[in-house]
């Protein structure tokens, strides 16, 4: 994958590549985040509510909520209590499809 891309079409194109839902366009920077921090969530077993969401991504929780109901109408992320969840945590890519993920956005933390 070229590195010359930013994150969000890093994460894109591996989407594209694994055949994943494409929840978020290019520019949807708040969509990316969003699902970043759920799926994060998801990975390391500590859910996150939409409150502790918005604190994270340092975007307004009624933005977060927006997204995460796009989401979880797109049968991406579901809710389960207070907390999200990828619906499908081992998509057609395979298992190693988060780790893939959370290797692209720990190379964007260093950004």
């Given amino acids: 994958m070229p590195t010359n891309l930013n994150i969000d079409d890093q994460l894109l194109n591996e989407a594209r590549r694994l055949g994943g839902k494409e929840p978020f366009s290019a520019g949807d920077i708040d969509a990316l985040l969003v699902s970043g921090v759920v799926m994060i969530g998801h990975a390391e077993g ?3 509510n939409a409150s502790e969401i918005a604190r994270i991504v340092a975007v307004p929780r ?4 927006r997204k995460l109901d796009d989401f979880q109408k797109k049968g991406i992320v579901e809710r389960r209590g207070s907390k999200y969840f990828i619906t499908n945590p081992t ?4 298992d190693d499809y988060i780790d893939k ?4 956005i720990r190379r964007a933390a260093k950004l």
């Fill in 91 to 94: 998509p057609p890519g395979g």
């Fill in 62 to 65: 009624p933005t977060v909520l």
């Fill in 46 to 48: 500590k859910p996150k």
């Fill in 101 to 104: 993920c959370m290797a692209l």
